[in-house]
């Protein structure tokens, strides 16, 4: 039988998960799932200081995917600004989950960093003020979905070099997807798709926006090391190998006032 899950900030990791005794942390709530299983997370503000990790153990499968979502019209605001510098607010290693209308803020590094995870459905999700780039996805995470979420105010002091919205980029898989999202004011570009090695790659983004980066929160300028491109696609640690290729489709996408290129 599947299972639905709560989680409240006011909840205690003791309590069974009932919607009458929720749990008090989502790190709970994700030891406990199965596939096809569902976790609602109530609004509210979560003080978190550690990285809630999905492991590949955790894993739903495509005809049960794992949900994560907020619950009904709430909003749930993961606030991860007591984090050490590099650590990130969740890292999804796993396969088959569908994580919505969550807001994560603050992290020390990525917001969320999609490691090792493919065929996984981000939605309605907002990443702001976190200290390297909002959404991340790394070592051939492919095949992920991210629908109508945002990205902005993220910015990695001192250097302020690779704060990104959103970034496809360095070992990054095949077959990502973005749709409807939004890419505003991060210190380095709205989108980047810089590639590490020796790569075959296609990402894909579909009525995108993306204005105003290059630049901190209060419109200063964070200094040479911040690119400010509205959509980076391109461009790797050896560019001119025929080898290492990032195909980009963009349809229907918006770059304005960004710092460098759109």
């Known amino acids: 039988m599947l299972a639905q899950k709560y989680v409240a900030s006011d909840g205690d990791d003791a309590n069974p998960g009932t919607f009458e005794q929720p749990f008090g942390t989502i790190a709970k709530a994700v030891a406990e799932v199965l596939p096809g299983d569902t976790i609602y ?42 984090q050490s510098f590099g650590s990130r607010g969740i890292s999804l290693r796993a396969n088959y989950w569908h994580i919505r209308g969550l807001q994560i803020k ?3 590094d990525n917001g969320m960093e999609i490691n090792f995870g493919s065929h996984n459905l981000i939605e309605n999700c907002a990443f702001f003020e976190n200290r390297d780039s909002g959404l991340q996805l790394s070592n051939g995470s492919a095949n992920n979905r991210i629908i109508n979420c945002d990205s902005y105010y993220n910015a990695d002091p001192p250097d302020f070099a690779d704060a990104d919205g959103f970034a496809p980029k360095l070992t990054v898989g095949s077959g990502n997807y973005f749709y409807g999202c939004r890419a505003w004011g991060n210190v380095d570009d709205g989108w980047d798709g810089y590639l590490r090695g020796a790569d075959d790659v296609t990402t894909t983004l579909e009525n995108c926006w993306t204005w105003g980066n290059g630049y901190l929160k209060d419109g200063g300028d964070p200094g040479p090391q911040a690119n400010g491109n509205g959509f980076k696609m391109g461009g790797g640690d050896n560019s001119n190998s025929e080898q290492l290729m990032h195909h980009a489709i963009l349809i229907n996408c918006v770059a304005f006032d960004n710092k460098n290129k759109g």
Not at 52 to 67: R, Y
């Open 106 to 108: 603050g992290a020390g």
């Open 41 to 82: 997370v109530r609004g509210g503000l979560y003080a978190l200081t550690s990285t809630v990790t999905i492991s590949a153990a955790k894993s739903g499968t495509e005809s049960q995917p794992i949900t994560l979502t907020s619950f009904q019209d709430e909003i749930p605001l993961l606030d991860f600004s007591g």
